[in-house]
């Protein structure tokens, strides 16, 4: 059996669940959550150090006082999966990169619609920045936090926003 522990944030896009086990963030939620599977232990935890130092730290960056997060984080996916949300850090803050631009980085220009799946998947947005990945052209597709907190996201970052190679 796995231990985790959670905690319910309010937060300008709605209620997020933290997660945590002792040592790293394991997902950021939005409410309602997809549930762990059968063999997970899920404990509310209000004190828990990490998911503490997680809550400040999204309050500090939804005040936009933090621009990068310092929480050790655990992302748990497939292999490619990983690779995707491995690159996402580098995209610099109020910066947005396509999926395209994404799959290129990977040396899989043919894998646009897998990345797409992936960022979907990805277990730790916002601290993972996920949403600054937008379509070829600018628009705003596809988010699992909902297209609307996406836009939010990135208008909190940058009210001007544009398309950047990373």
């Not at 396509?98 to 979907?120: D, T, W």
């Not at 990945?133 to 699992?144: H, I, L, S, W």
Request: glycine share 10%; net charge positive.
């Amino acid at each position: 059996m796995q231990q985790y522990y959670f905690k319910e944030i309010p937060s300008p896009v709605g209620i997020l669940r933290l997660v945590a086990n002792n040592n790293f963030l394991v997902a950021v939620q939005w409410l309602p959550v997809k549930d762990f599977d059968e063999n997970t232990i899920l404990t509310e935890d209000q004190q828990h150090p990490l998911l503490l130092k997680t809550e400040q730290q999204l309050n500090e960056y939804f005040s936009g006082k933090r621009k990068v997060f310092s929480i050790p984080f655990q992302l748990m996916g497939s292999g490619f999966q990983k690779k995707v949300w491995e690159l996402l850090p580098d995209i610099p803050y109020g910066k947005t990169v396509s999926y395209g631009e994404i799959a290129k980085r990977l040396g899989a220009m043919q894998m646009v619609r897998a990345v797409g799946g992936a960022l979907n998947k990805n277990p730790v947005p916002i601290i993972v920045p996920c949403h600054r990945v937008v379509g070829a052209d600018g628009k705003m597709v596809g988010f699992g936090g909902g297209v609307q907190n996406k836009i939010y996201l990135l208008n909190l970052e940058n009210p001007t926003p544009q398309l950047d190679l990373f």
